[in-house]
């Protein structure tokens, strides 16, 4: 079995049963937990912001950076390995938030609210979410099972 | 003794700060001093020249060339470039391996500084503010603090940590629990070392800006709290208090910063805080 680390603002793919995709400290970032059960095939992106209006270049070097260009070049991967739109198990974990009445510091809410704007558009469903609060959360998938965990404040629970 | 005086009697228990880097801190205030001198002073030391040498080849420090002698990179940085790459090299070789307290390991701590020193500075060039003076300096050194208390948090965690999951900021849960912050003993620490006073300040008031008194650069200490509040946001160098931080909106309303340039800032600062965090950390292995 091999540990594959989703870092900050890139996203791996994988259809090797004995994977464990997992990305640690997602604070206001988010990541979409994709699996296919049929396939076998899993995938992850850890998204830092939400759109990437803000810095094209960076766009096309690290598309894995923001959500309207990195979800759906995760999809994309999904199904360069086989995958069908239809069979896809999509989990969202992340978008957190600092204390902070105004919401001056709102990426984490700005992060959930492009996910949920793009899945609406295209017909994706949430299986299962873990998102919002001050909190920094790691998630890990097993490619095989498509078992799927959130550790957080010392716990780890299945989502 | 009470829990805070014992927490502040340790400060002096920690390593002293490199003579070579103390030295750089004094030739700050001089005026006169110029790359002769602080080339004097870098020279004998080996290891700090070594390091000079690699963080000043850094994409972030000289984008256009790489310094190949002491000389070289002093005249390319400058007196205050120098001090602060090199007070960068001596913390990275002073951490310990894990922060029990904070349930962080050298590794994430040092990514937090880094993004924390990277972030302050990007974030003054959006801001309506001035660059202050040191201001990568105060950002790497916000948390010094921690080394100290971080031992003291842990006998305590289990208070702590309840007080900031119920919503209240993980610097108020500390000083509530233990009489004083990893803020006001990083202050302790940085002036206990011989750093300029301004690191020291900006250190006791980035969790609370507001407080910030009259004589102290308060551009300095808003710049390193909204650059701390980024960094902890997007989980560089995560610690077991989470997001569990409180943003002061006037010191955001003070530095008219707007989310999408903040925005910016992260974008075009994670490939800087992967590289400097990486080149300064193989200083702290090297030795």
């Known amino acids: 079995m091999s540990n594959i680390t989703v870092e900050i603002s890139d996203l791996k793919v994988s259809a090797c049963q004995d994977d464990l995709l997992v990305t640690y400290a997602l604070g206001s970032c988010i990541a979409v937990i994709v699996h296919d059960p049929v396939k076998k095939v899993g995938g992850m992106i850890h998204y830092m912001l939400p759109l990437s209006e803000i810095a094209p270049e960076k766009a096309q070097d690290k598309p894995a950076m923001f959500a309207d260009t990195g979800i759906p070049e995760l999809f994309r991967s999904m199904y360069g390995m086989g995958c069908d739109k239809k069979n896809l198990v999509v989990k969202v974990a992340g978008g957190g938030a600092l204390y902070d009445d105004k919401g001056l510091f709102n990426i984490g809410k700005r992060n959930y609210t492009v996910l949920r704007k793009m899945f609406w558009k295209a017909g994706v469903i949430i299986a299962a979410e873990d998102v919002g609060g001050a909190k920094s959360r790691t998630a890990r998938l097993w490619v095989g099972t498509g078992k799927c965990t959130i550790a957080c404040q010392g716990e780890e629970v299945e989502l | ?287």
């Not at chain 2, 002491?70 to 951490?95: H, P």
């Not at chain 2, 990568?136 to 208390?149: C, E, Q």
Request: with cysteine.
């Open chain 2, 1 to 287: 003794m009470s829990a805070s005086t014992d927490i502040l009697s340790q400060v002096h228990r920690l390593p002293a700060f490199p003579a070579s880097a103390a030295r750089l801190a004094g030739l700050l205030q001089d005026e006169r001093a110029g790359a002769p001198e602080v080339e004097k002073v870098i020279r004998p030391d080996p290891a700090l020249t070594a390091n000079l040498l690699r963080i000043a080849a850094s994409a972030y420090f000289s984008p256009r060339s790489r310094p190949e002698t002491v000389r070289q990179a002093v005249t390319l940085l400058g007196v205050k470039r120098t001090f602060e790459v090199a007070t960068g090299a001596a913390l990275a070789s002073m951490l310990p391996a894990k922060l029990p307290g904070y349930n962080i390991e050298a590794r994430a701590f040092w990514l937090h500084c880094v993004a924390v020193a990277v972030f302050a500075e990007k974030l003054a060039k959006e801001s309506a503010s001035r660059s202050p003076d040191l201001l990568f300096t105060a950002g790497l050194l916000h948390d010094v603090g921690k080394l100290v208390i971080s031992t003291f948090v842990m006998r305590q965690s289990g208070s702590i940590l309840l007080k900031a999951r119920q919503g209240m900021d993980f610097s108020d849960a500390e000083r509530e629990v233990l009489g004083v912050d990893h803020a006001e003993v990083g202050a302790h620490v940085a002036l206990s070392w011989h750093l300029p006073e301004s690191v020291a300040w900006a250190a006791r008031w980035h969790h609370r800006p507001a407080e910030t008194p009259k004589n102290v650069d308060r551009a300095l200490v808003d710049l390193v709290h909204a650059a701390d509040a980024l960094a902890i946001s997007l989980g560089l160098g995560c610690d077991s208090g989470e997001l569990a931080r409180t943003v002061d909106p006037q010191a955001w309303q003070r530095l008219g910063l707007r989310v999408q340039r903040m925005e910016l800032v992260a974008s075009e600062g994670l490939q800087a805080v992967k590289e400097l965090a990486a080149a300064l950390g193989e200083v702290g292995n090297s030795k």
